[in-house]
């Protein structure tokens, strides 16, 4: 593997990021413009009707948060201003469509002329989203990404952002590697045929339209398709199903464009850069967290021994720009490098619930009167039969007491048989999505990763700290991270917003 400095490489590239408003671009580009203010331009897209509505949204979405106070804080206000008004480039686009919409031809052949590097960050993360939308981004948007790079006349790299879990329900030790799209075959030995699957997505959606739906008629048949075919041919959802397909498809069609795919496990608030604990909305296993600190998780379905892969976003980011360095120009290049924690520093769902557990009743989340919660041990069912059984016999049989009060009663005020069974059918369905996800038996092989980290540390600039662009897991240790950083980070940046 080539020597390098990620810093010197970056100095007078030219970049372009999908999905730039996201919670990993934003994390991405910080890092870059902290780093190499030298970088030569950053090209950012975003759904946007103009450039100044993207540059609108990339202020109010990316560069005002809190992320960028560092940088803010190292180089002030007005230099940070001038470094964004120099560096960026608003792009309007949408990834779903050829050369992601953009009208103004001399922007598109400006982007053509001069981008080093393509970076897609795109995607749409709902485990249960609609399929056309799903396949637009995911799929078929992938591949136009690829093709905008392979008409960029310098690129020297795609690096495509995916998901560990393309690979499914599997178990055992998960290997680093590519998709073989004739290998992918159904329970009855039907090949994926992924142009198949957008007719069928197209015939479907033309039926519904045909047969005058509502909208919410259409979403919903939408959602059920895309979980159907996902479950046909082996996987959980349609989340990971379409960005597998994605995968597929940039692996057939990269022709000679060096390509690096970088598949995170759960992706979780900073370790430390640019401070410790910032995220973004709830991710994955943090709903279940706040749910418990705020009282109201009695029950979960989860088997304490499965291990929970997370991984900080700030290490995705510096992995990211690291496999960039390493790769780019280089010849035949299709790697894949999972960036996770489960094979070299593993977290099991029970340790993260002790840990839980000591936090909140040491530090008590308040509710809205101001009085402090207490918490107890939830109940950790590790089946789905036993959880359904304990469901029923917990809530769905006093419920059809309920049901008859209701009917006996029906002056009393409000439907409380209506809402509690809202609510039950609401828990059955979080838990069905997250099912595969916490009662996982795969551990990730990331030795092409440990390979590109120990290069890197060997190469790069040490600071006072560290590595600069640090992305080892061995170096977390799970309980100072959750309780000092983790935890704080969700109440602070999350729950108090």
């Given amino acids: 593997m080539m020597e390098f400095n990620c810093v010197q490489f ?92 953009v009208k103004d031809s001399n922007l598109r052949e400006r982007m053509q002329k001069e981008i080093d590097i393509v970076v897609n960050v795109a995607a749409t993360t709902n485990f249960d989203e609609r399929y056309d939308v799903g396949l637009e981004i995911n799929t078929f948007g992938a591949l136009n990404v690829l093709n905008f790079a392979k008409k960029c006349v310098k690129a020297q790299l795609l690096l495509h952002v995916s998901t560990a879990y393309v690979c499914g329900e599997k178990s055992g030790l998960l290997r680093e590697k590519p998709f073989a799209m004739e290998e992918i075959r159904n329970e009855a030995g039907h090949q994926l045929d992924i142009n198949f699957e957008m007719d069928l997505m197209k015939k479907r959606l033309k039926e519904l339209h045909d047969q005058d739906c509502s909208d919410e008629d259409i979403t919903l048949s939408m959602k059920e398709l895309g979980m159907e075919r996902a479950k046909l041919h082996g996987w959980p959802n349609t989340y990971v199903f379409t960005k597998s397909m994605g995968e597929m498809l940039i692996g057939n069609h990269r022709e000679s464009l060096p390509l690096v795919i970088i598949r995170p496990t759960m992706i979780t608030s900073t370790l430390s850069e640019p401070f410790p604990g910032w995220i973004e909305g709830l991710r994955t296993v943090d709903s279940v967290i706040v749910a418990y600190g705020k009282g109201v998780l009695k029950c979960f379905l989860v088997d304490v021994n499965s291990v929970c892969d997370m991984i900080p976003v700030d290490m995705v980011a510096n992995a990211m720009i690291t496999a960039t360095a390493t790769h780019a120009g280089g010849s035949g290049v299709h790697m894949v490098y999972h960036v996770g924690s489960s094979h070299q520093n593993p977290v099991t769902f029970g340790e993260i619930h002790e840990i839980s557990v000591r936090y909140f009743t040491k530090s008590p989340l308040r509710s809205r009167n101001g009085s402090l919660i207490a918490v107890s041990k939830v109940r950790l069912i590790s089946t789905m039969a036993l959880f359904s059984l304990y469901m029923t016999l917990r809530f769905k049989l006093p419920l059809q007491l309920l049901k008859l009060i209701d009917i006996i009663y029906p002056w009393r005020s409000g439907d409380k048989y209506g809402d509690k069974n809202h609510k039950i059918n609401m828990v059955m369905r979080l838990v069905e999505l997250y099912e595969p996800y916490v009662l996982f038996k795969g551990i990730f092989d990331d030795r092409n990763t440990k390979s590109l980290c120990a290069n890197q540390k060997e190469d790069e600039t040490k600071t006072s700290k560290g590595s600069m662009f640090d992305f080892d897991p061995k170096g977390i240790n799970w309980g100072d991270y959750l309780t000092s950083v983790h935890i704080p980070g969700l109440i602070t940046h999350v729950l108090k917003k």
């Fill in 10 to 101: 970056l100095q007078n590239k030219t970049i372009l990021v999908t999905g730039a408003t996201g919670f990993l671009a934003k994390v991405f580009v910080e890092k870059i413009l902290r780093v190499q203010p030298n970088v030569k331009k950053l090209y950012l897209v975003v759904r946007a009707s103009d450039s100044e509505a993207a540059m609108k949204r990339l202020r109010a979405e990316v560069f005002e948060k809190d992320l960028f106070k560092v940088l803010r804080e190292n180089i002030g206000e007005e230099n940070l201003n001038t470094l964004l008004s120099e560096k960026v480039v608003p792009v309007a686009g949408d990834i779903s469509t050829d050369c992601f919409g």
